[in-house]
């Protein structure tokens, strides 16, 4: 099992829609989870982090957690073609004192 | 808050010339700093992670004698490619954090390279 997994996509969605990109992590120790977008061509820029159970909402941004299940997701509300990224969860490995980064889900919001 | 800079944007050179890419947080201190190279259309591939005044601590397969970094203050970290070649090419991105090697990380804009 990889240590953080992401679907690649693309995942596409209209225009308005809800973006729902999903992540798994093999590290129980995990504690702090981390969403960052990423253009083509630029570096990766943060939108979030969640360190607890539950949702954290930040504008149309939210992250939700569920560490029993070792799960963290992002949704996008009103989805607009200027999120049209990729989007790579990065999740604390404690035990090797390093944060791990998931290959990424690519979004296409089609106008 | 939390601004990285990386310089140079940009960089095209010979094969065989060594570069030196310099990344600098601006407004807090970075006690962690991470070196990252990726391909076009492929993930980020962490190269190096690297704590103020210490040796660089390098992921396995990354050549610790071609690609030098520096952390010599809270603020810069430099890596430095010796005897570039082609194959060297890549977009070469820094990142800094302020809590350390589990924290959140701040990605500086990135630096292309191209080795003809």
Same mark, same amino acid.
């Given at each position: 099992q990889k240590e953080v997994e992401q679907n690649s996509g693309p995942l596409?969605?209209?225009?308005?829609?809800?973006?729902?990109?999903?992540?798994?992590?093999?590290?129980?120790? *995990?504690? /702090?989870?981390?969403?960052y977008r990423q253009y083509s061509g630029k570096s990766p820029e943060l939108i979030m982090s969640i360190y607890s159970n539950g949702d954290k909402e930040d504008g149309r941004f939210t992250a939700q957690l569920n560490k029993a299940s070792q799960y963290v997701s992002l949704l996008i509300r009103d989805s607009q073609? *200027?999120? /049209?990224?990729?989007y790579l969860?990065?999740?604390?490995?404690?035990?090797?004192?390093?944060?791990?980064?998931?290959?990424?889900?690519?979004l296409s919001v089609i106008p | 808050g939390a601004v990285v800079s990386q310089h140079p944007s940009r960089v095209i050179c010979k094969s065989g010339t060594s570069v030196k890419i310099e990344c600098r947080s601006l407004d807090f201190q970075a006690t962690t700093m991470f070196w990252y190279r990726q391909f076009p259309k492929q993930s980020l591939m962490l190269m190096a992670t690297s704590n103020e005044g210490s040796k660089a601590t390098y992921e396995q397969g990354v050549e610790k004698d071609k690609f030098l970094i520096n952390h010599a203050s809270l603020t810069l970290s430099t890596l430095t490619v010796t005897s570039a070649h082609p194959e060297d090419s890549s977009f070469y991105i820094c990142s800094a954090s302020g809590g350390g090697s589990t924290d959140t990380q701040y990605f500086g804009p990135g630096t292309r390279l191209t080795v003809l």
């Open positions: 596409s969605v209209p225009e308005g829609a809800i973006a729902s990109l999903n992540c798994t992590y093999s590290d129980r120790g *995990s504690q /702090s989870f981390f969403w073609p *200027s999120d /049209s990224a990729t969860c990065a999740v604390n490995r404690p035990s090797y004192d390093k944060v791990i980064f998931g290959p990424g889900t690519s | -």
